[in-house]
């Protein structure tokens, strides 16, 4: 409603908030509402009625979030929602002057940096050994398989076809889904997990 207004042509700018703008872009968006619950709500920033919005306001905000030694990929992860929510009433400003806010939150370059730490075998039986029965699936599958663990919390039952032992992954960081045939120990294991589970529930939440 909130952007439609501006859309509009009604200057609500003056009288609504960043914390406004946060909330009305991520009524729809669930990762986008946890990001700004962590960063935005709370900070100096979000009372500052958006027509009153500067680049120092800004660049304070992220100076905030590298205080909290942040890593620079998740700091450029937080800069994202909060971009996309004020470009949806924010016009650009023009470059090098106080008006120019998107200046603030560009993004670090260089930020991601290739993970090279793995666990070799013994600790991830040391691990596994310390893991209690709740996690322990999810660990387990962690060490079977080369995915990361939001894509492995996602996966369905259904998505592990025990005759052919071929698991559906859906949609990862490249958006993709892939099937992927799974080797004889990793198939029993996950043939047992997924007998044990209802199958409209996913694999390792009970």
Same mark, same amino acid.
């Given at each position: 409603?909130?952007?439609?207004?501006?859309e509009?042509?009604?200057?609500l700018?003056?009288?609504?908030?960043?914390?406004?703008?946060?909330?009305?872009?991520a009524?729809?968006?669930?990762?986008?509402?946890?990001?700004?619950?962590?960063?935005?709500?709370?900070?100096?920033?979000?009372?500052?009625?958006?027509?009153?919005?500067?680049?120092?306001?800004?660049?304070e905000?992220?100076? @905030? /979030?590298?205080?909290?030694? &942040?890593?620079?990929? #998740? +700091?450029?992860?937080?800069? =994202?929602?909060?971009?996309?929510?004020?470009?949806?009433?924010?016009?650009?400003?023009?470059?090098?002057?106080?008006?120019?806010?998107?200046e603030?939150?560009?993004?670090i370059?260089?930020?991601?940096?290739q993970?090279?730490?793995?666990?070799?075998?013994?600790?991830?039986?040391?691990?596994?050994?310390?893991?209690?029965?709740?996690?322990?699936?999810?660990?387990? @599958? /962690?060490?079977?398989?080369? &995915?990361?663990?939001? #894509? +492995?919390?996602?996966?369905l =039952?259904?998505?592990?076809?025990?005759?052919?032992?071929?698991?559906?992954?859906?949609?990862?960081?490249?958006?993709?889904?892939?099937?992927?045939?799974?080797?004889?120990?990793?198939?029993?294991f996950?043939?047992?997990s997924?007998n044990?589970?209802?199958?409209?529930?996913?694999?390792?939440?009970?």
């Amino acid at each position: 409603m909130f952007f439609q207004l501006i859309e509009n042509g009604d200057d609500l700018r003056t009288f609504f908030a960043v914390k406004d703008a946060c909330q009305e872009y991520a009524s729809d968006k669930i990762e986008a509402r946890k990001r700004f619950a962590r960063t935005v709500y709370q900070s100096a920033i979000a009372d500052i009625p958006i027509k009153k919005l500067r680049r120092r306001h800004l660049i304070e905000w992220r100076t @905030s /979030l590298q205080n909290r030694k &942040l890593a620079p990929a #998740t +700091i450029n992860c937080e800069l =994202v929602p909060l971009r996309a929510a004020l470009h949806k009433v924010l016009p650009l400003g023009t470059p090098s002057t106080e008006a120019a806010w998107q200046e603030a939150l560009k993004p670090i370059r260089n930020a991601e940096r290739q993970r090279t730490l793995y666990l070799d075998q013994q600790q991830c039986i040391q691990l596994l050994s310390n893991a209690t029965p709740e996690i322990e699936p999810l660990i387990r @599958s /962690l060490c079977y398989l080369p &995915l990361r663990v939001g #894509t +492995i919390a996602k996966l369905l =039952v259904i998505d592990f076809d025990p005759r052919t032992a071929e698991l559906t992954i859906g949609k990862d960081k490249n958006g993709q889904s892939r099937k992927i045939v799974l080797p004889k120990t990793t198939a029993d294991f996950f043939t047992v997990s997924a007998n044990q589970r209802n199958q409209v529930i996913p694999y390792f939440v009970k």
